[in-house]
């Protein structure tokens, strides 16, 4: 005979399932990366007692300021990411939740993604000579660029390399002084192009010393998301639009993008 159970009692036994399902859902690994921010290098100086831009075949100028490259740091894709994990930094201003996928979309070998990183950092880099070249109406033939940053892989560099050329070679600086950071991808016709991460490069960004951070366009309502004190967003679309508005700070002249 069976004998028959409380209301309390039927509850704390219904309840068992659920606990056992949350507890094994904590624990179980789940398919994303926790990002938070990473290094930031200038462009317009030496990374690694290197310097990042070289220039031969053209005369080059005295730079002022600082344009400053960010980046983000993720967990590995061989990292085992738990629920725990995910709600700790869902909450944390400092981490962002992504899909793996998004992160490494070229699979979970390390060497293939090293592989796929360089090759969109190659790409990159060479696209942004390309624009920046185009820019100055300078021809390719002539003039030689040189780009070297060291353990830094993908394309969202794209638009400080470029920056980085122009003011080493056109007359006026772009900087007026200050330390200006950004992000962004960029074509060989100087579009520039959305990337991942912006709320977390801001931060590091404005870590290293930046009061000014160049966004793509699209992605202002990100970066204003958690945005640090001191750090003035600038939208752009094109490389020509991020001059502008670059020279329009140096000088004080003209009008200036804002989110």
């Known amino acids: 005979m069976l004998s028959r159970l ?3 009692q039927v509850l704390a036994v219904c309840a068992l399932p659920v606990v056992a399902l949350f507890a094994v859902a904590g624990l179980a690994p789940l ?12 462009v317009l100086g030496k990374n690694r007692g290197t310097p990042v831009i070289t220039v031969s075949g053209a005369p080059t100028r ?8 960010t980046t983000i740091v993720a967990t590995g894709p061989e990292t085992r990411i738990s629920l725990g994990e995910v709600i700790g930094a869902w909450f944390a201003t400092d981490r962002a939740v992504m899909p793996r996928d998004a992160v490494y979309p070229s699979g979970d070998d390390p060497g293939e993604i090293e592989r796929y990183n360089t090759a969109q950092m190659k790409e990159s880099q060479d696209d942004a000579v390309s624009a920046a070249l185009g820019y100055l109406k300078l021809d390719p033939e002539d003039v030689d660029v040189k780009l070297r ?16 050329i122009i003011d080493k070679l056109d007359a006026g600086d772009l900087t007026g002084g200050r330390t200006i950071a950004g992000t962004g991808t960029i074509t060989p016709g100087g579009e520039v192009g959305a990337v ?11 870590r290293d010393g930046a009061t000014v951070f160049l966004v793509p366009r699209a992605e202002c309502a990100d970066a204003a998301t ?11 679309t094109t490389l020509k639009g991020a001059v502008d508005a670059l020279r ?3 000088g004080g002249k003209g009008e200036v993008p804002h989110c």
């Open 248 to 250: 329009a700070l140096a």
């Open 6 to 8: 409380t209301r309390h």
């Open 196 to 206: 991942g991460g912006v709320p977390l490069k801001t931060q590091a960004a404005r």
């Open 62 to 69: 005295k730079t002022s300021g600082q344009l400053r490259m």
């Open 149 to 164: 940053l060291a353990d830094v892989g993908g394309p969202s560099a794209g638009l400080l390399f470029s920056l980085g």
């Open 226 to 236: 958690e945005l640090p004190k001191g750090l003035r967003l600038v939208p752009v």
């Open 31 to 42: 398919p994303f990366s926790v990002a938070k921010p990473g290094m930031t290098a200038d």
